[in-house]
Every structure is written in structure tokens, then in C-alpha cells.
């Protein structure tokens, strides 16, 4: 009885097994694709070629074929309308055949792929079209790097005078040259008139100085040197010059002029005085002496 029990429990497995692998080829196919190398984490230098190598499983009577995409993304790079492009056929390397893609590879050429310096992603995308239908997908993260120098942005500078009298500043603008958007947080030195300054711009690409007193009592022309830096900027530098404005004088003092110097008598008294030393005069100029004045 132990022996037909194992004998029967036997050919109900093996009868299970067959139906199993039926319905994996028909019904519930086993899909899949794997990215061997690169590893996921590993570091490649996008100077030269990038050789990707991979598997995939899928059953053998199905049409499939291995595709792949490659850029900077937190996630798979899924294939939209933007993108389908980027989307290139790998090279089928399985035993059955050039139609076989459990085994292909692929070759990205340097300048010729999406790869930029930094954290960047390769998806993998299985594509089945027949007797079903199914898309599978496997990602790794790599980190690139070139031994090419990052080329650098370009920026502008703007330098203004503001204010009157001793309240006078410099105000230094920082914009991208292209875009003409404000570089906040970018690093200003320079000096006026030999005295030095530094700071950072303002939320706005903004910064401002005031001009010495020294100078603006001079009268001196206000020499303005300036120069900037930001991350991944080009190092800017500038001058120019301001026609100096001194002080204001303090218009509460009376000014004097050669009319306030004339000898102008104050009163009356003083001048009767006046009057009668001028007919003295004249008297005496003609020989008459009478004093004066009478009484």
C-alpha cells in the first residue's frame, strides 16, 4: 500500500509540473533582465567606452528583445515620448541565435550617450511582443567621471553709485550672462580708491558699500575695482570710475561779500558825525575854520 500511495502522489506531481511549465509558456510567462556590469554603485569614466553587459530569461517560444537607456534620473528611465529615443537596441549574445537575448551587451561611445559627470542611471528594458505581451525593467545606479575640465558659466557684473552728500554707497550687481538671473551667495571683493572691501551678494545678486568719507571729502574721483566668483562660474573682475562730488558746505553760515565789508554806519549819531567831518573838510579846503558842529 506505501509503495502505490508513493507511486500515485508521483504522477499527480509529475502531472502538475507539466501543467505548470504549460501555463508558464501560455498564460503566466517567467520575464526578466538583469544588468551584470557595471555593478550597481560602481564608478566609470565616461572619457572612454562603456561596455554593459546582461541577461534575460523569458520562455523560448516568445518574440523579446533587450533595449537600453541611460541619463540622470532618481529612477527608471521609463520609455515616454520625450524619451523612446534613448531607447537603444542591445546586441543579442544567447546560444540560440542573433534573435536571442539571454545573453546581450551593448557599447556606449563617449559623446555619444547621455552620461554626464555625477550620479547617472542605466535601465535595462525587456520587451516581449508575442504570444504576449510584457515589459520588464532593471536598473543600477553608476557614478561618472571625465578627466575633461567642467566648462564654466559666464557672469556679469554691474557697479552703481547711490546716495547724496556723505550717505553715498557702491552697489555691485552679479547675473549670469546668459540668462540674466541673480547669482546670490557669490563672493565680492574689491576696493575703492585703494580701500578694500569683500562680502557676498544678497538674495538678489545685490551688494552694497559705502564710500569713505575720506574720499567723498575729497572731492577725488571714486575709483570702483570689483570681482566676483560663484560655483561653477568663471572668475569676473571690472572697474570704473565716478566724477568726485565733495561735501556740501554748511549752508547755516552766513556767507560774507565786499558789500558786508563796507564801512556802514549803525545809527543816526554816527552818522551826523559822518556829515559834519565831510563840511569840515570842505571849509578847510577853503581856508575858513569855524568849528562844528554850531552851538
Do not use: H
Not at 515589459?135 to 554691474?158: Q, Y
Not at 558789500?259 to 571849509?283: G, H, M, S, Y
Amino acid at each position: 500500500m506505501a509503495g502505490e500511495n508513493i507511486t500515485r502522489t508521483s504522477q499527480i506531481n509529475s502531472s502538475f509540473n507539466t501543467i505548470k511549465s504549460t501555463g508558464e509558456d501560455l498564460t503566466l510567462p517567467v520575464t526578466g533582465v538583469e544588468i551584470e556590469s557595471p555593478s550597481n554603485g560602481e564608478t566609470i569614466n565616461i572619457d572612454k567606452p562603456v561596455y554593459i553587459n546582461g541577461t534575460s530569461e523569458y520562455p523560448k517560444n516568445y518574440d523579446c528583445e533587450v533595449l537600453l537607456a541611460d541619463g540622470s534620473t532618481a529612477g527608471v528611465i521609463a520609455p515616454t515620448s520625450a524619451n523612446q529615443s534613448n531607447f537603444k537596441k542591445t546586441i543579442p549574445g544567447g546560444i540560440n541565435g542573433t534573435s536571442d537575448y539571454r545573453s546581450w551587451s551593448i557599447v556606449l561611445e563617449p559623446g555619444l550617450n547621455n552620461l554626464k559627470n555625477g550620479s547617472q542611471a542605466l535601465t535595462a528594458k525587456l520587451q516581449c511582443y508575442s504570444p504576449l505581451s510584457s515589459v520588464k525593467f532593471n536598473k543600477v545606479n553608476i557614478i561618472t567621471n571625465t578627466s575633461k575640465p567642467l566648462e564654466l558659466k559666464s557672469m556679469d557684473i554691474s557697479i552703481d553709485k547711490t546716495g547724496q552728500g556723505k550717505n553715498q554707497k557702491i552697489v555691485v550687481g552679479v547675473n549670469d550672462a546668459e540668462t540674466n538671473d541673480p547669482l546670490a551667495n557669490s563672493g565680492i571683493t574689491g576696493s575703492i580708491n585703494d580701500d578694500p572691501f569683500s562680502g557676498t551678494t544678497d538674495s538678489l545678486g545685490k551688494y552694497s558699500v559705502s564710500i569713505p568719507a575720506s574720499v567723498i571729502d575729497s572731492g577725488a574721483a571714486i575709483d570702483v575695482s570689483v570681482s566676483a566668483s560663484a560655483d561653477g562660474y568663471k572668475i569676473k573682475k571690472t572697474s570704473t570710475t565716478f566724477e568726485g562730488s565733495p561735501a556740501a558746505t554748511d549752508e547755516t553760515t552766513p556767507r560774507t561779500s565786499d558789500t558786508d565789508k563796507r564801512d556802514i554806519p549803525n545809527n543816526e549819531e554816527d552818522l551826523a558825525d559822518k556829515i559834519f567831518d565831510d563840511v569840515q573838510k570842505q571849509l578847510s579846503e577853503q581856508g575858513i575854520n569855524i568849528p562844528l558842529p554850531f552851538g
